[in-house]
């Protein structure tokens, strides 16, 4: 089915809440670059369509949806999750808009199969490996400052660990933040308990408290 046009704030209310992912198209009817991203969520939708629903609406006739979500320029893509916006794809990028939107068809397949839902695949994630860390990037390969102070910390204290990228599932990056009540990265858990962050274990660091805490 073609790309449906969102005509008012109910409709655009009612999409993106929706059970379905919705995969939404902030354009502008003079913008060229808008048609080519257009095109390219209908032929999304003939192979995903399934699991996805995409849409379009004008981001000049929706100036607060817009600032809201921060819309400096169209084409602007926003993947939305149960109401909750997870990713976001600025400019004509058709291969972002192309594996993001199959990562999260694929994801959906995942949950439908296994009758997983999210908090599930959280608790699993969280249990998988008796000290567990959340980060950007993996212990191998950090990607931002904190995670990497956080596993030359814990990498001193020699105590076997996992850790799980949030940069590769954007589902898991922010369902992490609700289910723990817990907005940062990178969390730190030990035995399905959330510890904390990298203030918490400096903080543990200081008081000798560390290895005892991670040890559970």
Known sequence: MPVITVENSEEYQKYISADKTTVALFGADWAE???QVNDVLSELDRIVGDKLQFITLNAEKFPEISMKHQIEAVPTVIFFTKGSAVDRVDGVDVAAISSKSKKLAENASSSASTGQTLEDRLTALINKAPLMIFMKGDRNAPRCGFSKQLIAIVNETNLPYETFD????????????????WPTY???YVKGELIGGLDIIKELLANNELEASLKG
């Open 166 to 181: 949030i940069l590769s599932d954007e589902e898991v990056r922010q369902g992490l933040k609700t289910f723990s009540d």
């Open 186 to 188: 990178p969390q730190v």
């Open 33 to 35: 670059q808008c048609a």
